[in-house]
């Protein structure tokens, strides 16, 4: 490291506090980020990494966790992981975690969800834990990653054994989501459902609005109303023009 300039020296040292890589790795992810941290963590964290983390670390780990009469995590345990990442369960980072384990079902992770998912993240001590926290608060900037937890978000959160996510569920998913994506109809959309669909949402509607969200502008200047949106989308359309809330083809 003595051929490195000092900001460079901190970065490295940095990045191998951090992640607990070498300072062979932490120099590949630097310079391939053209030495800017984030970046780096990116690359790092979306390489297999199962080498930088022991496996009886992750065993009592996980022991702490698991249901006493079942070999899995189920509520009890992921309330008790939330408490010692110092996060509410409700926080939308537990759906990164949730995204990163592939888990399944919601308040739940199979032991090889969560071995996997943390062996993936380089985790295998509550403090790797609480350091990758902010890391992947960083991943829902991220417009690519962003869409890929919402789509996971669907079947993460519908009732095991059905094709359609509860409205209930999905109103809340929407509000947790979109709070972080910040699309201005995200309350007006959830009123429109419960006065006028309450029924439950579709993988095409749900995935669908992301894309609406995204592409139609706040005036819906570049709404196609031949476009091929989901009917409850057209719908919500005219739900807003009937109402006032869209004026003169402004918001």
């Known amino acids: 490291m003595h051929k490195l300039g000092r900001g460079h020296r901190d970065k490295v040292q ?8 070498s300072e062979k790795i932490a120099l590949q992810a630097l310079k391939a980020s053209d030495w800017h941290l984030e970046g780096a963590f990116d690359f790092f964290y979306s390489q297999p990494h199962k080498s930088y983390t022991d496996a009886t670390h992750l ?5 702490r966790y698991k249901d006493p009469y079942a070999d899995m995590i189920l509520a009890d345990g992921i309330t008790l992981l939330c408490n010692d990442l110092k996060v509410d369960p409700q926080d939308i980072v537990m759906l990164v975690v949730s995204w990163h384990m592939k888990a399944s079902t919601m308040c739940e992770y199979s032991k090889e969800e969560f071995f996997t998912g ?3 993240l380089g985790i295998d001590s509550l403090e790797k834990f609480l350091e990758r926290i902010s890391f992947m608060r960083s991943e829902l900037k991220d417009e690519q990653k962003f869409r890929e937890i919402y789509n996971f978000a669907f079947g993460w959160a519908k ?14 998913m929407w509000q947790l989501l979109f709070a972080e994506k910040q699309w201005p109809f ?3 959309w959830c009123q429109f459902l419960e006065a006028q ?3 439950a949402i579709s993988r095409d509607t749900w995935s669908q609005l992301l894309e ?12 196609d109303a031949e476009g091929a949106w989901p009917y409850l989308i057209d ?5 807003l023009n009937e109402n006032g809330i869209i004026q003169n083809g402004q918001f």
């Open 14 to 21: 940095q990045f191998m506090t951090i992640t607990g890589a």
């Open 59 to 63: 065993e009592e780990l996980y022991n």
């Open 118 to 120: 943390l062996q993936a």
């Open 159 to 172: 009732e095991k054994g059905q094709k359609s996510l509860a409205l209930d569920t999905a109103i809340g």
């Open 186 to 188: 995200v309350d007006h």
């Open 197 to 199: 669909h309450n029924k």
């Open 212 to 223: 609406f969200a995204r592409t139609v502008d706040p005036a819906l200047s570049n709404y």
């Open 235 to 239: 719908e919500f359309v005219e739900y």
